[in-house]
Nanobody, 126 residues
Framework: EVQLQASGGGLVQAGGSLRLSCAASGFIFADYGIGWFRQAPGKECEGISYISNVDGDTYYADSVKGRFTISSDNAKNTVYLSMNSLKPEDTAVYYC???????????????????WGQGTQVTVSS
């Protein structure tokens, strides 16, 4: 059974940091790319970061570039999203997703992904 378990969300003040984790099981982790998406109330789902476990390619949306860092630990089948300098507009439910095909141009397209985890809430207070 494929599982993606996102965790690490919480309540933090503006300027603070959080590290999200996405623990994967049930598929060959090294053959997949992992993306992070977020959805705030009343807003569309936004693809914010991606890492390929195949070739190491990464992607960051402009909204998080320079503040968020994605990394992958193949030994633990886990991808991390380190979030620094958090802003109130980062408040959202964060989801991780896995995709077998590696196409960097499509990493922000939710429909491209094969598997999804449940979300973890991130709330940034001002």
């Amino acid at each position: 059974e494929v599982q993606l378990q996102a965790s690490g969300g919480g309540l933090v003040q503006a300027g603070g940091s959080l590290r999200l984790s996405c623990a994967a099981s049930g598929f060959i982790f090294a053959d997949y790319g992992i993306g992070w998406f977020r959805q705030a109330p009343g807003k569309e789902c936004e693809g914010i970061s991606y890492i390929s476990n195949v070739d190491g390619d990464t992607y960051y949306a402009d909204s998080v570039k320079g503040r968020f860092t994605i990394s992958s630990d193949n030994a633990k089948n886990t991808v991390y999203l380190s979030m620094n300098s958090l802003k109130p507009e980062d408040t959202a439910v964060y989801y991780c997703a896995a995709v077998r095909a590696q196409r960097l141009a499509l990493v922000t397209v939710a429909q491209w992904y094969d598997y999804w985890g449940q979300g973890t809430q991130v709330t940034v207070s001002s």
